[in-house]
């Protein structure tokens, strides 16, 4: 089959075994280091990826995603849930109040933010539910004062399913014997687990327990919502309250958690930079390499040039050796990069059952998560493939400069 002169070479000059080791050696060394650079640089973005991915589910699946507030308490909320939902980005919306307390139970403190819900509402717009591991959210009735704890508050309080725990808030209200803090009794009905901070800050309540606590029974402060698109969330916020009149007010998630996630993002646009620092000196080792094989094949190229071979011809001669290392080592390297990508969680998990470690104890998670995104993938592969090509070029350019007179002197 007919194949150009410099492609049939280059492909013949990457296949055939050197005289030189050394040379051999160092492209070896070429491909590998490609090879490692690129596989690091998939795992580590999937991993990063797999901890953006985890935090967004849990912390923003127990947060609210976008919050419509009121200055004063509102009455008629099920038309203001109407209004909201009647936005196509709008998935559900639910009432709630919400105040800062301090529980206490056998002799032990722990302040929280103690939300007001309708269960039944709630389990549409958050993950509590599917974060219970003790009792239910729907244990929580109107009048019975229950209370759903996270684990954190938990553990603090030392207290179980069915205890009894007492909500002081920092309101306080006259009696006969003066000013004192309103307080109330609750019973423990659940207990939930994010693996994040909100299981130490967090704690639900019904709503008409609250409204009664906050003196506002048929009241609520305002509506949460879950949106189909979590960056659309000032947009939507902003879209409802020109539907609303000046008692109302809105908040997102970037307004509370936006600095976490920024600095996650910051963190991954880091690591990618120092990984691509790695694929540049892998792709610096093919210029190496291409250097000494072109001193190495000085005669040949001259005897070339003699038959009639252009410096155009020499020049793609290296070129293509030197992308063959190139795609090569990335086609390698993305097998590996995808390989430890979808392995990597077993993997560490295999490593501290292994060693009786817990390399997650500090973190919100008990493993370590990954989530491979092809466009990663796409994106690593192609900035390996242009610099491998770049690096070939000032070795094919001095190939191509080469003159055989020179070359032959001493041959």
Not at 83 to 102: K, T, W
Not at 158 to 163: A, F, H, K, P, Q
Not at 189 to 213: P, Q, W
Not at 226 to 247: C, G, H, M, S, Y
């Amino acid at each position: 089959m007919f194949q150009p002169l410099s492609l049939f070479i280059g492909w013949r000059y990457t296949r055939a075994r050197r005289r030189n080791h050394f040379i051999s050696f160092i492209s070896l060394t070429s491909i590998l280091g490609l090879t490692l650079g690129v596989g690091v640089m998939i795992t580590v973005l999937s991993v990063m990826n797999g901890f953006d991915h985890e935090l967004r589910t849990r912390i923003l699946g127990m947060v609210p995603q976008a919050t419509i507030n009121a200055y004063q308490p509102i009455g008629q909320w099920q038309d203001l849930v109407r209004v909201a939902q009647r936005n196509p980005q709008v998935v559900a919306a639910a009432p709630f109040i919400q105040m800062q307390g301090m529980l206490t139970a056998q002799g032990n403190v722990s302040g929280a933010v103690i939300t007001g819900i309708i269960p039944e509402a709630e389990q549409r717009v958050s993950i509590v539910q599917q974060a219970m591991i003790q009792g239910k959210l729907t244990a929580l009735k109107d009048a019975a004062f229950g209370i759903v704890v996270g684990q954190g508050v938990a553990q603090a309080l030392g207290i179980r399913l069915g205890d009894k725990v007492m909500l002081v808030l920092p309101e306080t209200s006259p009696t006969p014997a003066g000013v004192i803090p309103r307080f109330r009794r609750f019973t423990v009905v659940g207990i939930f687990k994010v693996g994040a901070e909100v299981d130490s800050s967090l704690a639900y309540i019904h709503l008409g327990d609250a409204g009664r606590m906050l003196h506002m029974s048929g009241q609520v402060q305002g509506i949460r919502l879950k949106l189909r698109d979590l960056f659309q969330a000032p947009q939507v916020t902003q879209a409802i309250l020109r539907q609303l009149d000046e008692n109302f007010f809105g908040s997102t998630w970037e307004e509370t958690q936006g600095n976490l996630f920024s600095a996650i993002r910051m963190e991954k646009t880091m690591m990618g930079l120092l990984l691509f620092l790695i694929v540049a000196v892998a792709a610096f080792n093919i210029v190496s390499s291409l250097v000494m094989v072109v001193t190495d094949k000085k005669a040949d190229i001259a005897i070339l040039r003699t038959l009639g071979a252009s410096p155009q011809t020499i020049q793609r001669i290296f070129m293509v050796q030197g992308s063959v290392i190139g795609i090569g080592g990335t086609l390698m390297g993305v097998m590996l990069g995808v390989l430890l990508a979808l392995t990597v969680s077993p993997l560490v998990d295999a490593i501290q059952h292994l060693f009786g470690l817990d390399l997650f104890a500090a973190y919100f998670v008990n493993y370590l998560p990954s989530r491979l995104q092809w466009s990663d993938v796409l994106w690593v592969s192609a900035l390996a493939l242009v610099l491998s090509f770049l690096a070939t070029v000032y070795p094919a350019r001095r190939a191509a400069a080469v003159q055989p007179a020179e070359a032959l002197r001493y041959e």
